[in-house]
T-cell receptor, first 114, second 115 residues
Framework: DVKVTQSSRYLVKRTGEKVFLECVQD?????MFWYRQDPGLGLRLIYF???????EKGDIPEGYSVSREKKERFSLILESASTNQTSMYLC?????????????FGEGSRLTVL | DAKTTQPNSMESNEEEPVHLPCNHS???????IHWYRQLPSQGPEYVIH???SNVNNRMASLAIAEDRKSSTLILHRATLRDAAVYYC????????????????FGTGTRLTIIP
């Protein structure tokens, strides 16, 4: 089975802390995505990557950065966490040949910033 | 990027068919229509996709209007396990092959199944 694994299901951090959210996929997918999900706002794209060391901004990149040093791993970084970054974070991966186009999501990481 | 519009919520009785609509009036000729659903406390999962013709799989059917400006996801016999948020999105494989596909999901339709 294809698997997208997010390192932590639940995290609690303090304001100003640096936070790393890790995502690993085991299907050799080129594309990887980070979303955040908030009530009433749906899934919003933070960053995406289509190759190692490549990254593109999504709709809400402010306050976040990403790292893709290896094809299977895509990390989301909050340099200085703030309370408004309390949210559910979802990672997804998929292939480039996308007329079949299935994306695979992780189970999510619920981050609380106090 | 072409956008989709879905109702915020819908209700259906258990064991009855459900028709979930999606409007995409600015769809381009190369956009595929994809549906995902998100069960409670899980990440979204793929349901079905299509380009022009109606499509069926074990989970659902996808009916695409002739002008492609709207589509309908059909659950033939809803069960309580189908209660989820359903997302309709458009994907252009030519854009994705160049690596600059910016996938936007929106808020979807929250489907409630009444026992």
């Amino acid at each position: 089975d294809v698997k997208v694994t997010q390192s932590s299901r639940y995290l609690v951090k303090r304001t100003g802390e640096k936070v790393f959210l890790e995502c690993v996929q085991d299907m050799d997918h080129e594309n990887m995505f980070w979303y955040r999900q908030d009530p009433g706002l749906g899934l919003r794209l933070i960053y995406f990557s289509y190759d190692v060391k490549m990254k593109e901004k999504g709709d809400i990149p402010e306050g976040y950065s990403v790292s893709r040093e290896k094809k299977e791993r895509f990390s989301l970084i909050l340099e200085s966490a703030s309370t408004n970054q309390t949210s559910m974070y979802l990672c997804a991966s998929g292939t480039l040949a996308l007329n079949t186009g299935e994306l695979f999501f992780g189970e999510g990481s619920r981050l609380t910033v106090l | 990027d072409a956008k989709t519009t879905q109702p915020n919520s819908m209700e259906s009785n258990e064991e009855e068919p459900v028709h979930l609509p999606c409007n995409h009036s600015t769809i381009s000729g190369t956009d595929y229509i994809h549906w995902y659903r998100q069960l409670p406390s899980q990440g979204p999962e793929y349901v079905i996709h299509g380009l022009t013709s109606n499509v069926n799989n074990r989970m659902a059917s996808l009916a695409i209007a002739e002008d492609r400006k709207s589509s309908t996801l059909i659950l033939h016999r809803a069960t309580l396990r189908d209660a989820a948020v359903y997302y309709c999105i458009l994907r252009d494989p030519f854009i994705s092959n160049f690596g600059n596909e910016k996938l936007t999901f929106g808020t979807g339709t929250r489907l409630t199944i009444i026992p």
